[in-house]
Structure formats: structure tokens, C-alpha cells
């Protein structure tokens, strides 16, 4: 086995609140730095060899009472990676002092530098695909990374999102300004060739299992369901219209309250139902096909149990097919091996789904249209709901390590969009299955740019 190590430096965004947590965590990391720089670092050292670079020797000596002195405050792990920092940077002196040069003893303590640098392994923080959590001395900070507008090409699609790189130890560094991480990711290649993408139209998929998801957004008026890929099914306003008739219909038969009008009433009632079920069937077809068409692993929805309780008792809003087209979306992929899954729905509809846009305001959604009112994005407004639902279900359900196990052992996630896939491995590909339809004026133009889509 071969291990490939690259750093990829990201900017973080910190909640303004936080920053202080750090500046605070700060303090003790550089004195457990310093007191391990004395400990291994004697008066007058002769030689090289009088230098200790043995970072088990030095946390065997001084863990405990680093510990002590700074009250169990600090991260256990980032006391141990403080003393590694220190031997690491003894290691670099003697090696300097081998080669012909004498460097002067570290000194963590040295202010003239505008920032600072703290070492963080996955057990004072848990890193993931589009944010990280550190361990301070007040509690855990998540950061948000700040994603750039095009991905392919960029070091993070190229490693951040491709799943075959694991994130390994890495930094967290205050510049005097701003916070980066330098994250270092891993990757392990075995005897077996890594292939290159294929330059033809045939599917590179046979030397990788991916994970390719479809988002879906369900509409209770204008097209019952919208998927990330652009496409627009069934219409809910025709279905309320109908159903409005219906209602009025049963008034009338119920007003009249003959014999008569009581079984005609029942025989409506059920060919009401059944116009229902053939329509949530129809809608689940065109997902089905839509899914099958771009060769989606996973269809996300939104997790809608019980929100009838939390919205109007308006008829087109209690009345709804949500549940029965996603039974039926579920039951019509099983037999493909698509999993048809939910998630969180809160602010899909208000967040930008631009990948380098985070803003999220009510003021961004106007009935169907939404604009980004920091970026200006505009698009119909349940499309960029669809698109969140299925970058959620990427970031939320996709990214736990159980979730990734396939069996070449290579996963990699990708969103399906209206003219390709955002891939994890840092490119937006065209397909072969992108749309021929004519498409619709709310989509947004351009098919190579991952910002607009």
C-alpha cells in the first residue's frame, strides 16, 4: 500500500460569537508548547544529541501535570498534540544543527506573530465535507467552509469532496486576521490501477460505486414536484381545482339528502380517491423515470411527518398526496436498488442553493421566484428548494462512514442537476442524459458552471 498526503487550505467561517473560544484555547496550548520546548531543550546543549525529540518520552513526563496546570480546561488531545508540536520543532533544530547550522531554541511565546497555529487530530475534532467542529476551552465550535463558486478544478472538489481521501490530523490557523484550516487528506493506493476517467461517452461507474442523488421538492400549488435536475411533474393548482369542484359537488348531494343523492354521493367519493391514487401514481412515475434516466442511487424528500399540524387547515394544504407519492416513488425504485430516503426540510426554501452562498432570509422567496437578496441568484423558486434538499441529504445522511460503504470501497457522492452532476471528485460533468425537453424560463442558464446550478 502506497499513502498519499495532500493539504488543502480552506477558508473558515466563524461564527463571530467564537472567536473569542480560540483566542482564549490559545493561551494554554502555547504554554503546554513552551513548557515541553524547556523539557526537551537543556541550558547549554553541546551537541545535537543533547536535544530530546522523543514526543512519547516528553508526554509520558509531562502530560499529567500540563493537565493539572491548565485545570483539565484543554482538550486532552490537544495537550498531547502541543508536546508534539514542540518535539517536532526540537526535531527541525537538531536536524538544521547536523547539517552545519545552530538555530536558536523555540519560542512559542514570540507575540510578534500575527496569529497562531493549533494542531487538531479527529479526536478534538470531527471534520466532514463542508464543515468542522473543534474542541475549545468553552465547548465545541462548528465552522462552515467557505466554498468557492466554481468547484472543478479546485483542490477542494479535487480532494475535499472525493471520498476516496480521508481527513487526517490538521491545523486550524489564525492568520491575525482570518481562520484556515490547512486540512491534510490521506489517501491509500493498493496493487490495483487507479483508472482515469473515461474519455468516451460509456460510464466511468464500473471502477467506483457512487452515490448519485435526486432531490425532490413537493408543492402543494404549481408543479406538485420538482426535482434538482430541472424537471417539473404533475400540476398541483389543476389537482385543487378538482378537488374544489368535489367538494362543492358533495355540498350540493349532501344539501339534497335524498336516497338518490346518498349513493351517488358514496360512488363519487370513491371515484374522487381513485382520481387521487392514479394522480400520485403518475407523479411517482415521472420521478421513478426521472431517477432511473439519470442513474440516481438515492431520491431525497423532505421529511414532512406531522406538519400538517404546524401549517393552514386550508383544504390544499391538509389534503395533500406527499406521503402517497413518496410511498409510491419508494416502492416503484425498490426493485432497482434505489433508496428513496428523507431530510430535514428546514429553510430549504429560503436558502440560496449556490454552492458559494450561504445566505438564508425569508425575503429570498417570492411565491415561486427566489433571489438571493446577497447574491442575486434568481431562479424558480421551487427548483432551488429541490437543490437544497438533495445538498442536505448529501451533507446530512450521506457523509457518516457507514453510509459510504460500497464494495469496491471507493464511494463518491454527486447531486444531480439540470445539465449534469456535481461530482465530489472536483468536476461538473455534462452527461449523456442531460435533457433534450425545451426547458423551462425559471431554470437557470449555463450548463458548465457549478455556481449556476
Known sequence: MVEANRTVVIPLKIPSESQSDFHQTILPYVYCQQEAVEHCWPDTPKQPADLQTSKQDAENALYDRLRDETNEQLHSNLVQKAIKDATSAISSCKTSWENGDRLSKPDFYDRERAGYTMTYDKRAATYGRYEATFSTLNGTVTCRYELPAEIEGTPYGEYI????????????????????????????????????????????????????????????????????????????????????????????LQQTGTRSAHLRFQQRRGTEWRYYDQYAHHVANAIKQEALRVRATHVAFEELTRIRKRISNLPKFQHWLFKKVRTYTEYKLEGYGVTVDTTTPEYTSQGCS???????????????????VECGYTVNSDYNAAKNIGFRYLCEELSSPASRTCSSGQATSQLALVSGTLSPDGSFAEHEWVSTDKSHPQQASGSSSARAQ
Open 161 to 252: 469532496l472525493d471520498r476516496r481521501w480521508s481527513f487526517s490530523t490538521s491545523k486550524l490557523v489564525f492568520d491575525g486576521e482570518r481562520f484556515w484550516l490547512h486540512a491534510v487528506m490521506q489517501r491509500q493506493f493498493g496493487d490495483d490501477p487507479v483508472y482515469a476517467p473515461t474519455t468516451d461517452n460509456s460510464s466511468s461507474d464500473t471502477h467506483e460505486d457512487t452515490h448519485r442523488v435526486l432531490g425532490v421538492d413537493l408543492n402543494v400549488d404549481g408543479a406538485t414536484a420538482v426535482t434538482s435536475t430541472g424537471q417539473f411533474y404533475g400540476n398541483a393548482d389543476a389537482l385543487n381545482a378538482y378537488r374544489f369542484e368535489q367538494e362543492q359537488l358533495r355540498g350540493e
Open 354 to 372: 449556490r454552492t458559494d452562498c450561504e445566505c438564508v432570509d425569508e425575503d429570498n422567496r417570492d411565491d415561486k421566484h427566489f433571489e438571493c
